[in-house]
């Protein structure tokens, strides 16, 4: 008998689900027309596209031309950075745009924010966060001053699955901006872990811009939106033949455009019958891990994502045990710094306090679709004997006061 | 509450192709075998040091920076070579594969002599293991110190002082054991920034401490060698 494989690394992508890649199929070969051309062919890709644009707008509670396609989460959030910084800091003069984020966002929003800081265009506020990974509103909002322009807050966290309070500061940012009589500042969120798992409603978080991928939700690879509400300027990064209302020019990515939107009403649909389902999952996988002596739970309790469990098991080094935890058909990934393309381990991790000796030791494990209990309960049984064996080869014997805080 | 350790972009400049060259990502089935069945590693310390009561014992790295070994050899006192070595590594794959690699070589056939051990270069290590991904290559430098630390132990505990080896150089982060010797090669090797140091030494990363030092030193061998 083959060993069944148990992928448990959703948050870094997910299979494309067949009904999505069915959907995707005809406008390959045959509505393979470019939008912009006025012939049949091109016309009926033009609706396509429009129909697909309708349908995420619809679920977003959106309007259907606050919705610009893009080739991903990266490019969203650098357009939604990039693209208000670029816009607005005329109208903000003589300050410098200022920015407020969090210590654990996603690299492709911490990355462009830092360029622009090293580029003297903006001021950049990095608000911390508290030992479950979580920003507080009232200190998002503390950070604000009269010449921040954008406050951008993930909705939910990929490497730990804490849920950030987003409808709150939207909240905050409403009342502010409303007693200053100011548009400034906009809320960007990076919803691309949260897609599948929360609701997405932009009047309900008062987001003025929010990232979304296909990728992470049963859907194709290079494809995103950034929601940019109605009135909102964006200078674009790409320029051409002015699609996407001259905010993301370049051909649009029908089949992909399709995929997303086939992706994305599955994922709604089925969001909280699979919520509840891996809720259930999750639960019994992070009780069964933190059996082994030595281990901690990064991240909120509670207040996270469904399908996101996250664990430092002391004296061992997280890449040795996704290699091994990989030899047994399971895979899964690691903040430790030697498998990711920095010196530092997670800057997630390192944000929750944690030790640089607990971070390296951490391995993360997202379910989905394909997730079962016989899965979960097989990650149980195998874990413990990797640890053991790492740890019998390791040197280290660390207190449990590594947990606890910061040792540097 | 504590602060937010990112602060600093290393992305967005200009930079040539290439700053990921190198072998990429994938283990070879060498380092795969040694990192899966490790030879040689310490598994009961008790037993071993009821056989070998004179084993001595090198420690480097930390578990800080991500990698930490422990190397304990025991010597025939008449014809200097290692009988038998042993270790632990705290590590990734290739920190695990490296030392694993290093105990065969040094105890291959009727084991090296401590001067032949002394010699062995963190190359020839990757060698036998049929290469390492570029950023990988500090692990083998840490196993190399680990086994002279554990050469030097071994004089000591024969006083045989004058035979020690200090590391040319300063030690200038004692986590790492990274000296300004280190830091000089790796300038030389075309490491300009802080970043390419720290990519190649590891130095200043479980200890932040030393990192005003060693920007020094950086600032000082790129005077000395390229001017700027």
Known sequence: MTKRLIYLDHASTTPTDPRVVEAMLPYFTETFGNPSSFHSVGMEAKKAVAEARKSIAQRLNAQEDAIIFTGGGTESNTLAIQGIVRAHRAAIAPAKPHVVTSAVEHHAVLEPLLALKKAGEIDLTIVPVDAFGMVSGKEVL??????????????????????????????????????????????????????????????????????????????????????????????????????????????????????????????????????????????????????????????????????????????????????????????????????????????????????????????????????????????????????????????????????????? | MINPPTTTSTQGDVTGAGTQTGKGWFYTDTVKDHFFHPKNFMDDEAVYRAQFPDAAVGMVGSPACGDAMKIWIAVDPETRRIKDLKWKTFGCASAIASTSMMSVIVTEGEGKTLEEARALRPQDIMERLGGLPARKVHCSVLGDKALRAAINDWYRKQGETENIEIEHGRVIDPETKVTDHDIEEAVLDGCDTLEKVQAKLKVGIGNPACVPEVENLIRFYKEKYFGA
């Open chain 1, 142 to 408: 503390a950070a604000v001053t009269d010449a921040t322009i954008l406050v951008t807050i993930m909705m939910a966290n990929n490497e730990i699955g804490t849920i950030q309070p987003i409808a709150d500061i939207g909240r905050g940012l409403l009342a502010r901006r409303k007693e200053r009589k100011t548009v400034y500042p906009y809320l960007h969120t990076d919803a691309c872990q949260a897609a599948g798992f929360l609701s997405l409603d932009v009047e309900k978080t008062h987001v003025d811009l929010l990232t979304l991928n296909a990728s992470k939700i049963y859907g194709p690879k290079g494809i995103g939106l950034l929601f940019v509400r109605r009135g909102v300027k964006v200078s674009p990064i790409m320029i051409g033949g002015g699609q996407e209302r001259g905010i993301r020019s370049g051909t649009e990515n029908v089949p992909g455009i399709i995929g997303f939107a086939k992706a994305f009403a599955l994922v709604s649909e089925e969001r909280e019958a699979e919520s509840a389902r891996l809720t259930v999952l999750r639960d019994r996988l992070v009780e069964g891990l933190l059996a082994i002596p030595k281990s901690r739970l990064n991240g909120h309790p509670t207040e996270r994502l469904p399908n996101s469990a996250n664990v430092s098991f002391l004296d061992i080094e997280g890449e040795a045990a996704v290699l091994y935890l990989d030899a047994e058909g399971i895979m899964a990934s690691t903040g430790s710094a030697c498998a990711s393309t920095s010196l530092d381990p997670s800057h997630v991790i390192l944000a929750t306090g944690l030790s640089y000796e607990a971070a390296h030791g951490s391995i993360r494990f997202t379910l989905g679709h394909a997730t079962t209990a016989e899965d979960v309960e097989r990650v149980i049984a195998v874990m413990p004997g990797i640890v053991e064996r790492l740890r019998r080869i390791s040197p280290v014997n660390l207190d449990m006061k590594y947990f606890e805080k910061t040792t540097v």
